[in-house]
């Protein structure tokens, strides 16, 4: 009978730790609630809400050679994280549960559908659904590029405040602060997509031009 190997806990890192993962360009992931870390977060670092995909999104994200820090008010969130990313492989992260010193002085602008329609002035709007999602349906301006493709492409999207919108929020969440740490300006539309027919908002399918 194979033994499974017991998976290795997370190693508890200090606040000054955590800062100089910031500044070195390691991946520092929170996983709280998204429109929590939208409210305030440390700069730097990238969203990933703990639930059932969370391990799948890390471990598609962040290249698994690169040093990986979690953050989380929860003890027993951030347990249950270490142990789902040991499942997939990723053994041993760094961990952090928040103190009052980490400075969460970045933030972004999350919108409903409704809230989204009212929204005035130039923006890019940026679909990060899969190509079969997008294809089906998408906002007639919306560019798409795939939540895991924001890190390697952000950088490359036209001038602009830029909003981002999945299926739920959740990867657009993601993908909101991605472009955040790429220092890109906008926000996140974290409503269901299902809402858009339910408020007749116009929708185009294919690819848009």
Not at 134 to 159: K, Q
Not at 177 to 196: A, E, I, M, P, Q
């Amino acid at each position: 009978m194979e033994l499974v190997p017991t998976p290795q806990p997370g190693r508890p890192v200090t606040t000054e730790e955590v800062t100089d993962a910031v500044l070195a360009g390691d991946w520092v992931v929170d996983l709280r609630r998204r429109d929590t870390f939208a409210g305030g977060h440390l700069p730097g670092s990238v969203s990933v809400e703990y639930g059932h995909q969370f391990a799948t999104y890390v471990g598609w994200l962040v290249p698994w050679d690169d040093d990986l820090v979690l953050l989380c008010d929860s003890p027993d969130d951030l347990s249950a994280a270490v142990h789902d990313l040991a499942a997939i492989g990723i053994d041993a992260p760094a961990t952090h549960l928040f103190e009052p010193d980490l400075p969460l002085t970045a933030t972004y602008r999350r919108l409903d559908w409704t809230g989204f329609g009212d929204h005035t002035g130039p923006r890019v709007v940026v679909d990060v659904r899969q190509r079969d999602e997008y294809d089906a349906g998408h906002l007639p301006d919306a560019l798409h590029l795939p939540v895991h493709d924001v890190e390697r492409h952000g950088a490359a999207l036209p001038a602009g405040e830029i909003w981002v919108y999945c299926r739920s929020g959740y990867r657009a969440g993601i993908a909101a602060s991605l472009l955040h740490r790429l220092g890109r300006r906008g926000g996140h539309v974290d409503h269901s997509w299902d809402r858009v027919a339910a408020l007749a908002i116009p929708t185009t399918g294919g690819v848009a031009a």
